[in-house]
């Protein structure tokens, strides 16, 4: 795949990225880095880009965190699930062994 090359703005700044990805998810991405730190910047009046770089980092890992905290239990609510109903489906199948249709 071809490298290509993108120019977003992120806090008033432009930077020339390159990858492979779509560009138009580029700046999407760029945009939500965006948005963290002008919450920052908002919060904290002139504190420097580099601080705010940081503090929007740090946010963006706590939101991945909960991400993956949130499919975590999700994937283990679906385990517990598929596991009580082949439960339910074994014990079904029991009752209908044990019962004579032959009358």
Not at 6 to 12: D, K, M, Q, S
Not at 72 to 81: E, G, L, V
Request: a negative charge.
């Amino acid at each position: 795949m071809t490298s290509k090359t993108v120019t977003v703005e992120i806090y008033g700044e432009r930077y020339v990225l390159k990858g492979d990805a779509d560009p138009d998810y580029v700046k999407r991405l760029a945009g939500v880095v965006d948005r963290k730190i002008r919450e920052a910047a908002g919060q904290l009046p002139g504190t420097p880009l580099g601080k705010l770089a940081i503090l929007a980092a740090v946010n963006l890992a706590h939101d991945y965190v909960k991400l993956l905290e949130e499919a975590s239990k999700k994937d283990s609510a679906i385990a517990h699930a598929s596991r009580r109903t082949k439960d339910l489906i074994d014990s079904i199948e029991e009752q209908f062994e044990d019962l004579d249709l032959t009358s």
